[in-house]
């Protein structure tokens, strides 16, 4: 079965800080891995889509990587800000369907 | 850009009631979906449309009906509502297939549905 796990389920960190999340999946063959930011209340927007040949994307202070030996994508976000407090949700891609993670809480403390 | 826009944003049901949520787009995508939200899972796919008069069956599709009449409208119906309906339901349309061609789905604030 097709699965996207992801690490933590939740974090807190200061305002200003760095963090990474975590994306591992068993998802096989895919097209894409795909990254969404969920404001509460609001539904996912994009932050970036990485096709399996690409190890690295950039969205501003966003920055995914992906390694397909390993099948880990990772979200790194750069000084974090107040804004960014939301859950953020692994997707995987494939030709016809998509395989959603239960996503990470990211709380930003000032 | 108004983007996806779903009405209504909330709403209460009793058991046994039936209603119809409205997605409609304005990007001229050909397909469209909707999914569920429940708490601890991740998005889960009811229906999905390829194209103007099409629908097919996603991964929970039972209770619920759609319709595609208009390209830019997707239509999820709930003929009988459940309390196992209660959920957050977005609708989310993309220019190419779900996983294919790297295309972003861009989704609607959604809809908090509860089943009493």
């Known amino acids: 079965k097709n699965q996207v796990e992801q690490s933590p389920q939740s974090l807190i960190i200061l305002e200003g800080k760095n963090c990474t999340l975590q994306?591992?999946?068993?998802?096989?063959?895919?097209?894409?891995l795909r990254w969404y930011k969920q404001d509460t209340g609001r539904g996912p927007v994009s932050l970036t889509i990485m096709t399996f040949s690409e190890n690295t994307k950039s969205n501003g202070r966003y920055t995914a990587t992906l390694d397909a030996d390993t099948k880990q994508s990772s979200l790194h976000i750069t000084a974090s800000q107040l804004s960014d407090s939301a859950s953020y949700i692994c997707v995987l891609g494939g030709y016809s369907t998509l395989t959603f993670g239960k996503g990470t809480m990211l709380l930003v403390s000032p | 850009n108004a983007g996806v826009t779903q009405t209504p944003k909330f709403r209460v049901l009793k058991t046994g009631q039936s209603m119809t949520l409205l997605c409609a787009q304005d990007?001229?995508?050909?397909?469209m979906y909707w999914y569920r939200q429940d708490p601890g899972m991740g998005l889960r796919l009811i229906h999905y449309s390829v194209g103007e008069g099409t629908t097919a069956k996603g991964e929970v599709p039972d209770g619920y009906n759609v319709s595609r009449l208009k390209k830019q409208n997707f239509l999820l119906g709930l003929e009988s509502a459940a309390p196992s309906q209660t959920s957050v339901y977005f609708c989310a349309s993309s220019y190419s297939m779900r996983g294919a061609r790297n295309q972003p789905q861009h989704f609607g604030d959604g809809t908090r549905l509860s089943i009493l």
């Open positions: 990007m001229n995508h050909e397909y």
């Open positions: 994306c591992n999946y068993t998802v096989s063959p895919f097209s894409n």
